[in-house]
């Protein structure tokens, strides 16, 4: 499965901004997606999971309550809404695809397949 990232750019602190991530290849709705994000000179850490079906939601503490993940299988598309953007939240963004072995949604070697990555920048 191959993803296409669009969305990312430079936002003033407090902003908003739409991240999404489409599929080709394969049909979406049978993988568990997750994103994530690696600001310089820092690993990559989890941001959100969302279920085959979009009823399980994941986030990691850092985002809760400000970024929400979404999928619309018919579209073959995943979505980050990230508001209330902070500096910190600057990196590049990542959305994946899981495997066929599951080790926890915030952990990056259930992950088999990695879009390109799109950078998100907040400006203070």
């Known amino acids: 499965v191959q993803f296409v990232e669009s969305g990312g750019g430079l936002v003033q602190s407090g902003g908003s901004l739409r991240l999404s991530c489409a599929a080709s290849?394969?049909?979406?709705?049978?993988?568990?997606m997750g994103w994530f994000r690696q600001a310089p000179g820092k690993e990559r850490e989890f941001v959100a999971a969302i279920s085959e079906s979009g009823s399980g939601t994941y986030y990691a503490d850092s985002v809760k309550g400000r970024f929400t993940i979404s999928r619309n299988n018919a579209k073959n598309t995943v979505f980050l809404q990230m508001n209330s953007l902070k500096p910190e939240d600057t990196a590049v963004y990542y959305c994946?695809?899981?495997?066929?072995?599951?080790?926890?949604?915030?952990?990056?070697?259930?992950?088999?397949?990695w879009g390109q990555g799109t950078q998100v920048t907040v400006s203070s």
């Open positions: 994946a695809a899981g495997g066929a072995s599951y080790y926890g949604h915030s952990a990056s070697k259930t992950y088999d397949y």
């Open positions: 290849g394969r049909t979406l709705s049978n993988y568990f």
